[in-house]
């Protein structure tokens, strides 16, 4: 099997993880630990509180029909180690998410959330990402 690319690492973890609920890319995919930029500070997590970080903001997501979050790639670039991925999310309203007064634009019976994150992949393993705080709506 041939080595995965940075972007093709970082485009398999969020189809894995967030558009199919997959944690176990989380163990495949990111390195134990890692670094979590936020605006503000920095967490390291482990390989553990970074499944439950992902399991918990999914659940909050999905409402009781079933329907979940959902992200779209705009753009997924870099070179080398460095990979920027700009994204639009949909999900449900009536989720712990849609009420958790997260910047969110509702259309419909959607919420709509974009963002921009910043991935390092090191030796085949997202080692740090950097977040911006998501907003409201879709990238124009």
Partial sequence: MSELS??????SYVERVWNLGD???VVEHCADPYVRHDAGGSRVMSHTEQLHRVTSERAAGTA???????????LLAGDGQD???VWNMTGPTGTELAASGVAAEVVGDEVRI???EVFRVVEGRITEVWNSPPMAGDWG
């Fill in 6 to 11: 940075a972007r093709e690492v970082v485009a």
């Fill in 23 to 25: 944690s176990s890319a």
């Fill in 64 to 74: 009781a029909d079933g329907r979940s979050l959902h992200f779209e790639t705009l």
């Fill in 83 to 85: 990979v920027t991925w």
């Fill in 114 to 116: 974009c963002g921009i």
